[in-house]
T-cell receptor, first 110, second 115 residues
Framework: KAGVTQTPRYLIKTRGQQVTLSCSPI?????VSWYQQTPGQGLQFLFEYFSETQRNKGNFPGRFSGRQFSNSRSEMNVSTLELGDSALYLC?????????FGQGTRLTVV | AQSVTQLGSHVSVSEGALVLLRCNYS??????LFWYVQYPNQGLQLLLK??????LVKGINGFEAEFKKSETSFHLTKPSAHMSDAAEYFCAVSAASGGSYIPTFGRGTSLIVHP
């Protein structure tokens, strides 16, 4: 089976812009979770989608949103980017409790 | 509610020495427990997992961890460190909550291996 695929791997954006990140989960996995990883805060849970519905949400502002399509692929959108949004964004597809991670998207906001 | 505490943000060992990374968890229901490893600019890779079977769990790359319910611990060990083990290690706990098993991660421990 192919693993979790995240695109793009690297992004540079300017403050105020918006960005969309993509995640294709492992075939057959219906749960997709997103995490933000920064040196200061560690791994923070953003949200989880299951069968096209947001099932859980972390403590992030409304600028962070996501969606999931019928083929389980998921996108994450961040609007009005801030410098503090610079981070590694990780997507994970889950089989019950075990999470399988993609390589991540490194977002740099300048 | 569930939480994970990893003791020590950095652990330094010599090549060939024992590796011990500590993890304590709290969970109101029987948990699943995991250790992940992350290399720079990569995603997290599963090292091993505990899912209520044997309490001593063997993983990849010679790592193992022991689930101790009385101590609420799940420490990661490796008898002999190798230079390639230098990475960030994350402990995670996952327990059923409303039908979901969202894992909670510790802050991570950076393993430094000296020649």
């Amino acid at each position: 089976k192919a693993g979790v695929t995240q695109t793009p791997r690297y992004l540079i954006k300017t403050r105020g812009q918006q960005v969309t990140l993509s995640c294709s989960p492992i075939s057959g996995h219906r749960s997709v979770s997103w995490y933000q990883q920064t040196p200061g805060q560690g791994l923070q849970f953003l949200f989880e989608y299951f069968s096209e519905t947001q099932r859980n949400k972390g403590n992030f502002p409304g600028r962070f949103s996501g969606r999931q399509f019928s083929n389980s692929r998921s996108e994450m959108n961040v609007s009005t980017l801030e410098l503090g949004d610079s981070a590694l964004y990780l997507c994970a597809s889950r089989d019950r409790g075990e999470a399988f991670f993609g390589q991540g998207t490194r977002l740099t906001v300048v | 509610a569930q939480s994970v505490t990893q003791l020590g943000s950095h652990v330094s060992v010599s090549e060939g020495a024992l590796v011990l990374l500590r993890c304590n968890y709290s969970s109101s229901v029987p948990p699943y427990l995991f250790w992940y490893v992350q290399y720079p600019n990569q995603g997290l890779q599963l090292l091993l997992k505990y899912t209520s079977a044997a309490t001593l769990v063997k993983g990849i790359n010679g790592f193992e961890a022991e689930f101790k319910k009385s101590e609420t611990s799940f420490h990661l060990t490796k008898p002999s460190a190798h230079m390639s083990d230098a990475a960030e290690y994350f402990c995670a706990v996952s327990a059923a909550s409303g039908g979901s098993y969202i894992p909670t991660f510790g802050r991570g421990t950076s393993l430094i291996v000296h020649p």
